[in-house]
């Protein structure tokens, strides 16, 4: 009902999402027989320049294409927030934060410390969040580290 669409369709696309790794059936689920849990194993969205492409201009254009289009999105809801900042609860003013670091690290610095920020985020996805406390709502989280253009 949700999505418009009916039992048998729906089953067709979630085996299908399930054939790519997207979503799995939840084992052990209480249903009926009819209703089948599933769960999404997809909790993001992670894309980087294409440098297993570098013979393909196409795939390389596609991926910078995404990554520009990210960074946009980003920025969009960066700025919304901002603007609907001074309407929101005293606590969720309190709780939100636009920070910005200058850091200097190596490169595997930089790999193990944006592995670590994963580790944290992980536990509080949404999609996948079990133990969500009464007064959560959905938040944007972005974590962007790259070597600042220009600096040799």
């Known amino acids: 009902e949700v999505v418009g669409a009916s039992a048998s369709n729906c089953s067709y696309h979630l085996r299908e999402l399930e054939r790519y790794g ?84 190596s490169p595997g610095e930089l790999a193990a410390l944006t592995a670590a920020v994963d580790a944290l985020i992980r536990p509080f996805i949404g999609l996948t969040r079990e133990d969500v406390p009464a007064d959560a709502a959905p938040v944007h989280v972005t974590f962007q580290a790259f070597r600042l253009p220009g600096d040799t």
């Open 22 to 105: 997207l979503v799995e059936r939840v084992s052990g689920a209480a249903g009926d027989g009819r209703e089948r849990p599933w769960r999404t194993t997809a909790t993001g969205f992670s894309f980087h320049p294409a440098d297993d492409d570098r013979d393909d201009p196409a795939a390389r254009r596609a991926s910078s294409e995404l990554v520009h289009l990210g960074i946009d999105d980003d920025a969009a809801l960066a700025h919304a927030a901002a603007a609907a900042h001074d309407a929101l609860p005293a606590d969720w003013r309190d709780a939100e934060a636009i920070n910005s670091y200058g850091l200097r690290v």
